[in-house]
């Protein structure tokens, strides 16, 4: 009777290490998933920040020395260039605009 009990106890403890290890495997793989993503949001605050830092030297060359006709196109041109960098997928729009500044440039 003693031998029956133990053997259960032995089946109920390797069935609960068996769960803990799968639980822990998965906690593992989500904590791996969290810090790529922690990553990820990093390096587009980074961009972000940049493209902030950036913006605020061109509104400063506008105030300062470039004619208001110019600036606006060059901002505009280059706002458009910093979304390009944030989204890839507006590459034809931003050729579309670079032919427009080009033009505008001459």
């Given amino acids: 009777m003693l031998r029956k009990e133990l053997d259960a106890l032995r089946n109920d403890l390797s069935k609960a290490e068996e769960i803990t290890k799968a639980a822990k495997k998965k906690c593992d793989g989500e904590w791996e998933a969290q810090s790529k993503l922690q990553e990820q949001f990093r390096a587009a605050d980074a961009v972000r920040q940049e493209a902030f830092v950036h913006l605020q030297d061109l509104k400063k060359q506008q105030r300062e020395k470039v004619p208001k006709e ?25 050729r579309i605009a670079e032919q427009i500044f080009l033009q505008v440039q001459r």
Avoid: A, E, G, Q
């Avoid at 505009?76 to 944030?86: I, N, S």
């Fill in 70 to 94: 110019h600036l606006k196109v060059d901002i505009t041109y280059k706002c458009l260039h910093l979304r390009f960098l944030l989204n890839p997928s507006l590459l034809l729009f931003f």
